[in-house]
């Protein structure tokens, strides 16, 4: 299933996106104390003569430090994903042209919307490095992302387990996990980012509760000093300064 990668151009998915996701930021835990960290992949663009690799540019978020990075992602498989599964942007039927659905049952129908669309996982190796500073550091581990193809070439999320066992709480599209060496004290620490924060936290916390907005005193006092205090804080921290005008 790698003729995929050749065929399609996965860069806009890894980024995430308003119309998709409803936020670019991967949100998990880093190191021994769970301490709450984000990551955003900025670009991802494929290489035009290496359809399976992608040059990356993005910014970590970790106890207020923004650190910028480049790297790549480089794809090692796609296979077909096991159900259960649904999509995550209500557009399967929006692929299919109306005129190729005669009137028919609604599983019928279902059918064969199904048959003509593709759900995949794909598996993918990530490398990243922090813009030189102290305590700067370098981040390698494995990408997932559950994605589907439609007439004629859409391309969409799926949500789903991104652990074998869990369940809907715990369903996702994008999972990255790996570790981070500090290039300073050559330290390593494990990370688990992920767009469903409970998927990379939840085993974690088994009685971990992140409240809502305005509503911070939910947030379990044992994590709050970890981060998880920030989480509802309006600080667009990814985005890029916009360039000053010039004025004449």
Not at 65 to 93: C, M
Request: charged share 25%; aromatic share 12%.
């Amino acid at each position: 299933m790698l003729t995929l990668a050749r065929r399609y151009d996965f860069g806009k998915l890894w980024q995430g996106g308003a119309k998709q996701r409803e936020s670019p930021v991967l949100e998990g835990v880093f190191g021994p104390d769970h301490y709450r960290f984000e990551l955003v992949l900025n670009q991802v663009v494929r290489q035009p003569q290496h359809p399976y690799l992608y040059q990356v540019r993005g910014k970590c978020h970790y106890r207020k430090n923004v650190r910028p990075f480049t790297g790549w992602l480089t794809i090692r498989s796609i296979n077909a994903l096991e159900p259960p599964y649904h999509e995550n942007d209500g557009s399967f039927v929006a692929a299919i042209r109306p005129d190729s659905i005669s009137p028919d049952s609604f599983e019928a129908r279902e059918a064969r919307i199904m048959a003509k669309v593709g759900i995949y996982q794909m598996r993918a190796e990530i490398q990243l490095a922090e813009q030189p500073a102290a305590n700067s550091g370098e981040l390698r581990g494995e990408a997932l992302l559950n994605f589907y193809v439609a007439p004629p070439g859409r391309l969409g999320y799926v949500l789903a387990a991104l652990h074998p066992g869990d369940g809907i709480w715990r369903e996702g599209t994008v999972l990255i996990r790996g570790s981070r060496r500090n290039m300073t004290t050559q330290q390593i620490k494990q990370f688990t980012v992920s767009d469903n924060v409970f998927v990379a936290a939840a085993y974690v916390y088994k009685d971990f509760g992140i409240g809502d907005r305005g509503y911070e005193s939910e947030i379990n006092k044992k994590y709050a000093h970890l981060g998880w205090n920030e989480k509802w804080e309006n600080d667009e921290w990814w985005a890029d300064a916009p360039k000053p005008r010039l004025s004449l």
